[in-house]
């Protein structure tokens, strides 16, 4: 599995995910979000896969919330 903001792999019956953006805290954006999701949903029919870990890149933070650099590109209805 390879993905852009975010490194997987599966030990031991343990899937890791590990959010890939320490430049931004782990800040969630769209990209990270659709690929964590993509990833949820190929790890729940992995019949050996007993427990998810999600874990954050870099010693500051496990992921500081929301992207607010794509907030600017969103409007109100």
């Known amino acids: 599995m390879g993905y852009e903001n975010l ?3 599966v030990e031991d019956n343990i899937a890791f995910i590990k959010i890939n953006r320490p430049e931004v805290r782990n800040a ?3 990209e990270t979000l659709d690929e964590l999701l993509e990833v949820l949903d190929l790890l729940e029919g992995e019949e050996p896969v007993k427990c998810v870990v999600i874990t954050g890149e870099g010693e500051k933070s496990f ?5 607010i650099s ?3 590109h969103k409007t109100m209805h």
Not at 63 to 67: E, F, T
């Open 7 to 9: 490194d997987v792999y």
């Open 28 to 30: 969630l954006n769209k």
């Open 63 to 67: 992921a500081a919330g929301a992207d």
């Open 70 to 72: 794509q907030l600017e």
